[in-house]
């Protein structure tokens, strides 16, 4: 234990995801030890982005604005939206350049034991969106776990009626893979998913 | 399949040991509390990635380190393979095979066996977890992509019991219900194929046991076993002696997997109303038994000491013969943990007898003329944690 104010900014850093005991240490330690207008700056920062950033109004990603940078570009095709659970998958699908439609971040999955319902999901406001008949296809790109497939389950039956096009994204072997080593829930997705060779 | 060499580093009592090991029978002999079952613990770790005593792998962990290893060299054939795996008191747990880095959930591919323990009486006296424990290990250890499903379908169970109970401490809400739905087509999916599997092996398993019943009992007492399917039972309480028949497979009619799925879908529409008053899920495989008779009685509660003891040692020996089987790397590696100590003279021979054409058995004894002669070849001597192997100082 130290004393006073390093515990306490030691105790505030383990706080984060991904840091424990000991990085919150050594990060302490860093900071300790930096010239001080690094610490203005990266307090300024903290406290900048808590003030500017918010969640767009449309599709819930985060943005500077009331809405994002992506459902403000015309140049976007408007009638495809892919649902993601965090804003983060959002960054990973952009990195592919494959999809040029729109977004809709739920704010995570149905998950009873974390206490979230479809209620505490952006669900609602995604009908909303739907209910304008420009969407033609809706694709769900939930996480491949338990809980990500429940939620689109949930939201496939709730898509069903609007006669949507609703697709998911396909699971199966990793791309530059050995076929060797992957592991068999995987390989076994992979054979259900197979497709016909075109001619 | 052979253990060539067993090493250990801060396991249990062990601070460092290293044991070699011969084909055929390999005996450790000590007195109480000198660390014989530890050995063999540590080699039953690799199989199943568990203790047989311990639900933690905590106690695994020599007090005061940080890290266990356990590190073997095992034959497949003729085929030299070095698992290693290291139990952190703090960090996941790691695996090594041949020096490079695999997951540990891929360890029991290259290592199995099958361990006798005096616990095992309780297959057949415990409670419904203690046989569903077993048959579920040998399920994984024939099929590894099982494993996985178990673990999903704890998961959705844990999911859909909270949400259960939060339906019943919030008063049932329309909404919560079209959740529940999903959380039951999961339950549904996942739940069957593990109903479906284990029943096949239970059909798989019968004949074996007969055999090795006959072997070791040296007596027909006509041992039959029956899938309880808490699916097919219309009441649904805790008590598992409570409506004992109506709810049995027998064995000889192989369930079929789309009747499991509907059958399945009918019970949980027939529990609903109890599912939301209690907030549990009342029916599937976690509340599933297997049991097992002996001219037409069920075992447990009518069988003897003996009989039970019997039906115990013919389960283990009937799930050896179907690993090795089914191996494609050789013999499952026997390991008797003290169970001679509780056996009578005829059926300490008769044991010995029906494990002894395995590549391997390991054998820990507090007293070495309970053990079988045919069975003494290679003895190791355990005392205060260290090893006195006679074969290696020669």
Known sequence: MYEGIIQELIDELGRLPGIGPKSAQRIAFHILQTETFDVTRLAE???????????????????????????R????????????????????????????????????????????????????????????????????????????????????????????????????????????????????RAFEGRRLVEK | MLVRHLSLTDFRNYSAAEVALQPGANLFVGSNGQGKTNLV???????????????????????TTQAAIIRARLEHQGREVLVEVQINKSEANRAQVNRSMVKIREIPRFFSSVLFAPEDLALVRGDPSVRRKFLDQLLVARTPRLAGVASDYDRVLRQ?????????????????????????????????????????????????????????????????????????????????????????????????RADIESDFRAA????????????????????DDVVFQLNGLPAKGYASHGESWSFALALKIASADLLRVDSTSGDPVVILDDVFAELDQARRTRLAAAVADYEQVLITAAVFDDVPPALAAHTVHISAGTIVDPAADA
């Not at chain 1, 599709?59 to 500077?64: D, F, I, R, T």
């Not at chain 1, 206490?115 to 209910?131: F, H, T, V, Y």
């Not at chain 2, 311990?54 to 020599?62: E, H, K, N």
Request: glycine share 6%.
């Open chain 2, 160 to 256: 859909r019991n909270t949400l259960l109970k939060s339906a019943r401490n919030s008063g049932v809400k329309a909404n919560q219900l079209s959740t529940l739905e999903i959380w039951d087509d999961r339950l549904v999916a996942l739940g069957s194929e593990i109903i479906a599997e284990r029943d096949a092996l239970v059909a798989r398993l019968r004949p074996h046991v007969e055999a090795a019943y006959l072997a070791v009992a040296g007596a027909d007492h006509s041992p039959r076993l029956m899938s309880r399917l808490s699916i097919l039972s219309s009441n649904s309480t805790d008590d598992d002696t409570a409506d004992a028949d109506e709810a049995l497979v027998a064995t000889d009619s192989p369930v079929i």
């Open chain 1, 45 to 71: 920062v903290l406290i900048e982005v808590r003030d500017k950033v918010h969640f767009c109004s449309v599709c819930g990603n985060v943005s500077e604005q009331d809405t994002c940078s992506i459902c």
């Open chain 2, 41 to 63: 613990e540590a080699l039953g770790y690799l199989s199943t990635l568990g203790s047989h005593r311990v639900s933690s792998d905590q106690a695994l962990i020599r007090s």
């Open chain 1, 73 to 188: 570009d015309p140049r976007r095709s408007q009638n495809v939206i892919c649902v993601v659970e965090e804003a983060k998958d959002v960054v990973a699908i952009e990195r592919t350049r494959e999809f040029r439609g729109l977004y809709h971040v739920l704010g995570g999955a149905i998950s009873p034991i974390d206490g979230i319902g479809p209620d505490n999901l952006r669900i609602r406001e995604l009908m909303q969106r739907l209910a304008d008949a420009s969407i033609e296809e809706v694709i769900i790109a939930t996480d491949p776990n338990l809980e990500g497939e429940a939620t689109a389950t949930y939201l496939s039956r709730l898509l069903t009626v609007l006669e949507i096009r609703v697709t998911r994204l396909a699971s199966g072997l990793p791309v530059g893979g050995d076929l060797e080593y992957a592991d068999e829930v995987t390989l076994g």
């Open chain 2, 268 to 287: 949980l529409v027939r529990l609903r109303r109890q599912e939301l008053d209690r907030g549990i899920t009342l029916c599937g495989p976690h509340r």
